[in-house]
């Protein structure tokens, strides 16, 4: 069974930064397109970084600039390096595919950014 399981989500000052790591008990991010989602209170989830198999890499516009996905193919890690945080970051953070697979969505890691 896969298990997506995110980590590195904490309480951080507007211009800080955070690392964001998710691990995958199977194979999944080794073979798919993999992405970071965030959900922000009150709002739906949204895809704010993808990385195909080959390494390339698309961002919404928001974080470009200040995000960093990357992955290993064969520790099947995807991190997401966040620089230069703003409140409207918070949010819980998820990886899945792109496009995502409903059963592969874990718990998330949260994020708050105060200003």
């Known amino acids: 069974q896969v298990q997506l399981v995110e980590s590195g989500g904490g309480l951080v000052q507007a211009g800080g930064s955070l690392r964001l790591s998710c691990v995958d008990s199977?194979?999944?991010?080794?073979?798919?397109?993999m992405g970071w989602y965030r959900q922000a209170p009150g709002k739906q989830r949204e895809l704010v970084a993808a990385?195909?198999?080959?390494?390339?890499?698309n961002y919404v516009d928001s974080v470009k600039g200040r995000f960093t996905i990357s992955r290993d193919n064969v520790k099947n890690t995807v991190d997401l390096q966040m620089n230069s945080l703003k409140p409207e970051d918070t949010g819980v953070y998820y990886c899945n595919a792109v496009p995502d697979i409903a059963r592969y969505w874990g718990q998330g890691t949260q994020v708050t950014v105060s200003s």
């Open positions: 990385i195909t198999r080959g390494g390339i890499t």
């Open positions: 199977g194979t999944i991010i080794s073979i798919k397109n």
